[in-house]
């Protein structure tokens, strides 16, 4: 079965970090790139995220950008998305995706809370 677990969100401060993964199975992981997304209250989902295959270059939004981290350990099929200096603003529930042409899946998503 593929899957795609995230984990490690949870409540913080403003200012503090948290270090999201997110652990797939069931296919090749070090075959597709992968992508972090997020999804505030009354928002549409938008990309956050994102490492190719071979680990590199990554890309960023642009809030988040010098903040968030991304990286893989193909070694043990799981993406993570480090966070620092996080605000309000920051607020969602975070979902990873793993993508290689039409084959595309999601994880059920992490929720982040930042309180001010």
């Known amino acids: 079965q593929r899957q795609l677990v995230e984990s490690g969100g949870g409540l913080v401060q403003s200012g503090g970090s948290l270090r999201l993964s997110c652990a797939a199975s069931?296919?090749?992981?070090?075959?597709?790139?992968m992508y972090w997304y997020r999804q505030a209250p009354g928002k549409e989902r938008e990309l956050v995220a994102h490492?190719?295959?071979?680990?590199?270059?990554?890309n960023y939004a642009d809030s988040v950008k010098g903040r968030f981290t991304i990286s893989r350990d193909n070694a043990k099929s799981t993406v993570y998305l480090q966070m620092n200096s996080l605000n309000s603003e920051d607020t969602a529930v975070y979902y990873c995706?793993?993508?290689?042409?039409?084959?595309?899946?999601w994880g059920q998503g992490t929720q982040v809370t930042v309180s001010s």
């Open positions: 995706n793993a993508r290689r042409f039409a084959d595309i899946y």
């Open positions: 069931g296919f090749a992981f070090s075959s597709y790139a």
């Open positions: 490492i190719p295959i071979s680990g590199g270059p990554t």
